[in-house]
């Protein structure tokens, strides 16, 4: 299996927790990456997940 060496901030603040380790990216922006991050609304995390 490869090793990922792309931005891990990015991909923690996609699923919004610390998938790699410790990470203060989600402390400094609590949104989700790219151009619509800020604005764009995500689904309602349901119970059953």
């Known amino acids: ?3 990922y060496r792309g931005p ?3 991909i923690s603040r996609r ?3 610390a998938i790699f ?3 203060k990216a989600l402390e ?3 949104y989700g990456p ?3 991050g800020n604005t764009r ?3 309602k995390e349901s119970e059953y997940s």
């Open 15 to 17: 699923f919004k927790e």
């Open 41 to 43: 609304r995500r689904k």
């Open 34 to 36: 790219g151009q619509h």
């Open 8 to 10: 891990k901030s990015k």
């Open 28 to 30: 400094r922006r609590p």
């Open 21 to 23: 380790g410790p990470d």
């Open 1 to 3: 299996m490869a090793r």
